[in-house]
Nanobody
């Protein structure tokens, strides 16, 4: 059983930065961030392979967001820079083996607004 606990959401002005964290208990080959805005489908944001740290990003965030893991591979972070209003969403940490991300956190809200 894998448990995930997110933190770090909040409100920021366009162009600002936020850092999300996800504490993971238990092993999973992949950890990822997804987001969902009201009235929209869930969107893939970023993923990281536990074993070697390789990463992948969604097209809308590539170059602005960075996913990373700590040395113990228990905390996954998402550094979000140059935030835009369209980044406003509930952000979820997930774990599993793609395409089956079996474990999800409770979510943390990110709001980008002037």
């Amino acid at each position: 059983q894998v448990q995930l606990t997110e933190s770090g959401g909040g409100s920021v002005q366009p162009g600002g930065s936020l850092r999300l964290s996800c504490v993971v208990s238990g092993y999973s080959p992949v950890r990822a961030w997804f987001r969902q805005a009201p009235g929209k489908e869930r969107e893939f944001v970023a993923m990281i392979y536990t074993i070697n740290g390789n990463t992948n990003y969604g097209a809308s965030v590539k170059g602005r967001f960075t996913i990373s893991q700590d040395a113990a591979k228990r905390t996954i972070s998402l550094q979000m820079n140059a935030l835009k209003p369209e980044d406003t969403a509930m952000y979820y940490c997930a774990a599993g083996t793609p395409p089956d991300m079996n474990y999800w956190g409770q979510g943390t809200q990110v709001t980008v607004s002037s």
